[in-house]
């Protein structure tokens, strides 16, 4: 196994942390002399937080671990292409270099959509190293994915024999309120 490739297990044991939450399993690790200074995982749903994504979260540890808001020298994996917000502070932070497993065609800013990464215009550009465990990677966003489909397929359902269940009972209320009028008479 390669050093990206070891570093990528940790960050996808990350995402696998964002899982057993029913989060989109995202994960990211940051390394600094062949030590892991930084570790996150998306919690936006269960933090209610936008700023919750992997990469912001392993990005704060290592700074304070480095007390310093650089982190040159610094190589972060993430199991997902960065969004636009994450692509933007690993610039901001200097990150030296950016491992990236699987890219994200809708939404990823490190060559997808755009490459805030490498853009020549900054003062600052990432070296980026991107398909690494891409199918493991992605492997894990699509059994979440997929068990999402079949969670909101079955609510759906749920939701739909409940609606059914009440328009009867309305219906035999309706009926027993005409009976009784009838009675009444
Ligand atoms: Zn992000």
Same mark, same amino acid.
């Given at each position: 196994?390669?050093?990206?490739?070891?570093?990528?297990?940790?960050?996808?044991?990350?995402?696998?942390?964002?899982?057993?939450?029913?989060?989109?399993?995202?994960?990211?690790?940051?390394?600094?002399?062949?030590?892991?200074?930084?570790?996150?995982?998306?919690?936006?749903?269960?933090?209610?937080?936008?700023?919750?994504?992997?990469?912001?979260?392993?990005?704060?540890?290592?700074? $304070?671990?480095? !007390?310093?808001? @650089?982190? =040159?020298?610094?190589?972060?994996?993430?199991? /997902?292409?960065?969004?636009?917000?994450?692509?933007?502070?690993?610039?901001?932070?200097?990150?030296?270099?950016?491992?990236?497993?699987?890219?994200?065609?809708?939404?990823?800013?490190?060559?997808?959509?755009?490459?805030?990464?490498?853009?020549?215009?900054?003062?600052?550009?990432?070296?980026?190293?991107?398909?690494?465990?891409?199918?493991?990677?992605?492997?894990?966003?699509?059994?979440?994915?997929?068990?999402?489909?079949?969670?909101? $397929?079955?609510? !759906?359902?749920? @939701?739909? =024999?409940?609606?059914?269940?009440?328009?009867? /009972?309305?219906?035999?209320?309706?009926?027993?309120?005409?009976?009784?009028?009838?009675?009444?008479?």
């Amino acid at each position: 196994m390669t050093r990206d490739e070891r570093y990528m297990k940790e960050a996808i044991k990350q995402a696998k942390k964002a899982y057993a939450l029913g989060e989109v399993p995202i994960g990211c690790v940051i390394v600094y002399q062949d030590k892991i200074i930084g570790r996150g995982y998306n919690r936006r749903n269960t933090d209610k937080n936008t700023l919750a994504h992997a990469e912001i979260t392993a990005i704060n540890k290592a700074s $304070r671990v480095m !007390k310093d808001w @650089r982190l =040159e020298e610094c190589t972060l994996y993430v199991t /997902l292409e960065p969004c636009q917000m994450c692509a933007g502070a690993i610039v901001q932070a200097r990150v030296t270099e950016t491992v990236i497993g699987a890219m994200n065609p809708k939404a990823g800013c490190g060559g997808s959509i755009l490459n805030i990464l490498e853009m020549p215009e900054f003062n600052h550009q990432v070296i980026v190293r991107r398909g690494i465990l891409e199918e493991e990677c992605q492997s894990v966003l699509k059994k979440f994915f997929r068990e999402l489909r079949v969670r909101n $397929r079955m609510e !759906k359902q749920q @939701r739909r =024999e409940k609606q059914d269940a009440e328009a009867v /009972l309305q219906i035999k209320i309706d009926d027993e309120g005409e009976n009784q009028r009838g009675e009444n008479l």
